[in-house]
Structure formats: structure tokens, C-alpha cells
């Protein structure tokens, strides 16, 4: 599909409104497609950006921790839930997976809100945006937590993330799938928050019940805690919109970077943005140092002048997501998804600003690999349902498990069945082949498990690893890795 001509927008629109879409998402949806079709690049080249050499440290912000606990009366919590975790085989909430112990993610973000509450004595809100598919999910956990919505008072808690059509990359008209109709549409992004809020009367109605400021995070990210820190810095410096920001590690290189524009604002630069010959400049973490932890604060009533004026529009950069219109189909259509990111409202706000937090505030789960880390000794849960790191190095582990015998959850948990192995002595753990782990398997220094057999091996119990490994079969059925 050529960007040189804009095909007509009218068939997309009336899909949206066959599906009873409201008129700013329609209009939201408009501005993304005008984008997409745009005859200007969409690159940010080196040369328009700067490195940002230092931005406010979380250790800095001690003097507005009394400001943010007096403004916690005002401030709500939401946590982004709209996803399955469909790279990881799961066809549910992905934030029902469990991580500590017996809890899921929802669990301990429901004791998180109900300890705020108590210690804090005030009726902070928590608020979901899920999706169509994970409302119900959402809802039937919380059901253990009736303190949790009882303590909400007229705020409800959770709304609906919108939903958008697919586009066929070959004509840019609104994709059809007959057999299974809720393949032609995807999400808009985590940037539909903000038309979320409008459509809702979200907005207004939290404003009308006296909150100012909302905590957002994902709720995969189980590092993102209510802050009393930053919340004091943005009621005392009156700032619009803060984004928590972190040091890039060699992991973090082919992600996107946060950048200094030539007013001295702030954008994000991902990925598909940076031009293919820029590649290793946009790679070089010591010169673009910070990242997103898409932890961001903002001043609602601050958020909703800056949408008056712009008539409801927010002006996010739009992401272009390319694939199949059935993800398990390769042979089926190509299509495009048009999507925003939140945290590029970073650019789009007046006044915002950065401020660089401990890595331990961003540990989201996003493959195995991140879940056996956070399943591990590496973490505890304190008696605020808060997890912390039981190690003093903030690095994360480097953990690479074979993606063909533990990408899947269901492979993945069979493979650790007897418990999780030691991590807390552990920098770096590598497994190559099918290997099953028996209990008490300890894991220190840099780990290589390699085993080159078509037939699973097995860690003895209580083993001891450290350095290369070329393991031999299992001399029984990897069932037996339990006992």
C-alpha cells in the first residue's frame, strides 16, 4: 500500500459507526488514519533530537513525599488490563496469571489498594481499562475483594478500552473475517485512554468527585506502586503529565528511547521511527540513557483544558502494526492495526517532564522468561502486597529460556512443576533444548543448560548449577521431574 494517496476514509467510518462507535473515537480514529497515508515521513532523525543527560532522580523528589501523601485523597489508580497474553499461549486475562505464592497479578493489586486505604485512611480509587476480553476475567477475581468495590464509592471500577477495524494493507479498507466477525477489529493502543476517559464521562465525573491526579500503569507490572514521591513533586511544581523513566541496559537497546526536542521538551522515539541508517546510534545506550516504564502520572484537571482545547483530539504519533487479520493464519489477509502509545502524550502536553526512577519500579512480565524471574526467590512480597527485590544489585537477571519448550505457558509450567530453582545468587541463566527442574535446584553466577537431545533432560533435586552444562536424557519420563 502507497502512502501517496489517501483511499476514502467513509467505508472505515461506517463500520465504526455500524459498531456504535462514539463520534470523538471516530474522529481520534480519522486523525490516525490521515497519518497513516500522510505524504511527510514519520521518521525523527537524530538530527531533529538530543540525548537528555540527566533527568530528576527519584532519590531527589524525598522533600514531596508530605505533599503527595496529603494529595493521595485525591488521586486514583489506573492499571491498564486489556491484555491476553496471546504470545504466551493464553486466551485469558493475562493478569490472571499467578506470581507469588497463590496470587495473580489482580490479587495483589487489590491488597496494594486495600493497604493504601487502611494506612492512609483515605478512599483512593482503583480502575481498570480492560477490554471486552478480560472484563469478565477481571471481575470474577475481584469478587474475592468486596472491600475493594465497596470502598470506591460512585467510582466505578473499571471502563472499556475501545475497539477499532482492521485495515487490509492492500486497499486500506476495513478488513472482514465472516467466520469469526471479532478478528476484523484490534485495539487502538494504551493512547485510547485518553478517549476512553471522555466517551466514558470518566473524566468529568472523577474531577466532579474532587480527584485531581491518576496513577497509570499496566498491570503486568507489578513494580508500579503508588508513589507518594512523585505525586508530591507533581502537586508541588503544578506539572501536567509525568512520565517515570529508567536507565537502558544492553536488554533494553532495541527499544524505544526517550529524547530532548530543540524547545526542550520531551518525546518518545520508537523503533519504527528511527530511519534504518540511524539503527546503532538509536541502539547506543549511553547516548539516549532513559526508556519508558509507561508508569505515568497525570493532572486530570490539567488533561481535560488540554482536550478542550483541542477539541477532544489528542496529537499521539501513530504506531503501525503489521500482520496477518488472522494471527494463526498466515495465508490470511495482510492488515494493518493503527495504533497509539499513552506515554507519547509526552510531546503532546504542555509542561510535562521525566523523571528517572529505580529500575525496580519497572518489572513487567511479558514472556516466560520475565515470569520465572518474578516467580523466584529474586522477589518477596512485604506486608504492603508490594514486591521487592531480595538481592541488592538493581540489574535484572538475564534469564533465556529455549522459546520452543517454554515460550508457551502450559510448557513452561510442566517444565517447572516441582518448584522454581534459586535465582537469588543467579546473574544470568541460559536453557537451550527441553529440560525439566526438579525441587530445590540452586542457580548462582551465569548458568548454561545445553541440552542437544531430542528427549527432555531433567535437573536432579537439590543440584547446585553454575557454569556450562551439556546435559545428558532423562532417564525417565519428564513427569518424574516431580518427585
Same mark, same amino acid.
Given at each position: ?44 532523525? =537524530? ?7 540527566? %533527568? ?22 489506573? #492499571? ?122 470518566? %473524566? ?63 518525546l518518545l522515539r520508537e523503533s519504527a521511527q528511527c530511519p534504518p541508517e540511524e539503527k546503532d546510534s538509536f541502539q547506543d545506550i549511553d547516548r539516549y540513557r532513559f526508556f519508558n516504564t509507561n ?15 483541542? =477539541? ?68 518477596? %512480597? ?41 535465582? #537469588? ?26 541440552n542437544p537431545h531430542a528427549q527432555a533432560a531433567r535437573i536432579e533435586p537439590d543440584r547446585v548449577l553454575s557454569g556450562r552444562h551439556e546435559l545428558s536424557c532423562a532417564p525417565s519420563s519428564p ?5
Open positions: 500500500m502507497s502512502n501517496s494517496s489517501k483511499p476514502d476514509f467513509p467505508s472505515v467510518r461506517e463500520r465504526l459507526e455500524q459498531d456504535d462507535a462514539p463520534d470523538l473515537l471516530i474522529r481520534q480514529f480519522e486523525y490516525a488514519y490521515d497519518r497513516l497515508y500522510a505524504s511527510e515521513t514519520t521518521w525523527i532523525r =537524530d538530527a531533529d533530537i538530543r540525548p537528555i543527560p540527566a %533527568l530528576p532522580t527519584w532519590a531527589e523528589l524525598e522533600r514531596h513525599e508530605a505533599a503527595g501523601e496529603k494529595a493521595l485523597a485525591q488521586t486514583v489508580m489506573i #492499571k491498564l488490563n486489556g491484555g491476553l497474553g496471546t504470545s504466551m499461549g493464553l486466551n485469558r486475562a493475562k493478569s490472571l496469571l499467578t506470581v507469588k505464592a497463590s496470587d495473580c497479578f489482580l490479587d495483589i493489586i487489590a491488597k496494594q489498594i486495600l493497604h493504601i486505604r487502611k494506612s492512609a485512611d483515605t478512599a483512593t480509587p482503583l480502575i481498570f481499562m480492560n477490554s471486552f476480553s478480560t472484563r469478565e476475567d477481571t471481575a470474577t477475581v475481584l469478587e474475592r475483594y468486596p472491600d475493594v468495590q465497596e470502598g470506591q464509592g460512585e467510582i466505578p471500577i473499571d471502563f472499556l478500552q475501545h475497539r477499532v477495524p482492521k485495515l487490509l494493507e492492500a486497499t486500506g479498507a476495513p478488513a472482514d473475517h465472516p467466520d469469526q466477525p471479532d478478528l476484523a477489529w484490534c485495539p487502538p493502543g494504551h493512547g485510547d485512554i485518553y478517549v476512553c476517559l471522555q466517551t466514558t464521562g470518566l %473524566l468529568q465525573q472523577l474531577l466532579d468527585a474532587g480527584f485531581r491526579y491518576a496513577f497509570v500503569s499496566n498491570a503486568d507490572n507489578l513494580g508500579a506502586v503508588l508513589d507518594r514521591r512523585i505525586l508530591g513533586f507533581m502537586v508541588d511544581e503544578q506539572t501536567p503529565f509525568i512520565m517515570e523513566a529508567t536507565r537502558r541496559t544492553a536488554a533494553d537497546r532495541k527499544g524505544g528511547h526517550l529524547a530532548q526536542q530543540p524547545d526542550g521538551g520531551y508508569n505515568l502520572w497525570i493532572d486530570l484537571d490539567a488533561l481535560a483544558q488540554h482536550l478542550e482545547a483541542t =477539541d477532544g483530539i489528542m496529537t499521539l504519533p501513530v504506531l503501525v502494526n503489521r500482520k496477518t487479520l488472522d494471527p494463526r493464519d498466515p495465508d490470511s489477509p495482510a492488515v494493518i492495526q493503527l495504533e497509539t502509545a499513552m506515554g507519547s502524550a509526552l510531546a503532546s502536553i504542555p509542561g510535562a517532564l521525566a523523571v528517572d526512577v529505580p529500575r525496580t519500579r519497572f518489572a513487567p512480565v511479558k514472556t516466560t522468561d520475565d515470569l520465572l524471574a518474578l516467580r523466584s526467590d529474586r522477589f518477596a %512480597l512485604d506486608e504492603r502486597s508490594h514486591v521487592v527485590p531480595t538481592v541488592a544489585d538493581e540489574a535484572p537477571i538475564d534469564i533465556q529460556l529455549d522459546p520452543a519448550h517454554y515460550k508457551l505457558i502450559d510448557a513452561f509450567e510442566a517444565r517447572f512443576q516441582a518448584g522454581i530453582p534459586s535465582l #537469588k545468587a543467579c546473574r544470568r541463566l541460559v536453557v537451550e533444548g527441553d529440560v525439566y527442574f526438579a525441587a530445590g535446584v540452586r542457580c548462582e553466577g551465569e548458568v548454561h543448560l545445553v513427569e518424574s521431574a516431580d518427585r
